[in-house]
């Protein structure tokens, strides 16, 4: 039987949304195994990144709309994500999310996270479906789900932070076969 999998974007482009390398390596994976993917971000503003530079502009941009990129116009918004609906959700990184998904990028260890993305964290686990969060992603989880075993790899400032918030972190990178997490259940 095909698992069905969420994939929660922040964005497009890893200095303001997700990390494109990221993404589509998740999309792609899931489509040789013959998951069936649906998109979701949040239906919000967010300030644009030049890539070119790495320097914040003026400008501001929707995040669904720009995720909408990534997923070939495939997208929902956040607020209708349902862990009943799926097998299993995927957040990739990029700043997107310490940016838009949660306030961690200005807001340091007492960060807020959007309250869909909350939500849609605390419905999967309350389902027991798995979490799936790529490079700064997992910061987000150690906020919402007190308790959760999570790495980020070698980043000490952010290690530490999740230390505060979760008391376990570990050292180094791990990595997860998605066709593992897709063979549960």
Do not use: W
Not at 167 to 181: A, E, K
């Amino acid at each position: 039987e095909n698992k069905k999998v969420a994939v929660v974007l922040s964005g497009c482009g890893v200095y303001d949304g997700s990390e494109i390398h990221e993404a589509t390596s998740i999309l792609i994976h899931l489509s040789i195994h013959n998951s069936s993917v649906k998109c979701f971000a949040p239906n919000v503003m967010h300030t644009v990144v030049n890539h070119a530079t790495g320097e914040e502009t003026k400008e501001q941009r929707n995040v669904l709309v720009e995720s909408a990129r990534i997923s070939r116009g495939d997208i929902s918004d956040l607020s209708d994500l349902k862990a009943a609906d799926f097998d299993a959700v995927i957040f990739p990184g990029g700043f997107g999310a310490a940016k838009n998904l949660s306030g961690f990028a200005k807001e340091g260890a007492e960060f807020s996270v959007n309250p869909d993305v909350a939500r849609v964290l605390q419905d999967f686990k309350g389902h027991s479906k798995p979490i799936g969060m790529c490079c700064i992603a997992p910061v987000i989880a150690a906020n919402v789900l007190r308790g959760c075993e999570v790495t980020i790899g070698h980043d000490k400032d952010t290690a530490n932070t999740i230390k505060a918030l979760v008391q376990t972190h570990r050292s180094g990178l791990l990595f997860v076969q998605l066709t593992s997490m897709i063979e549960l259940g």
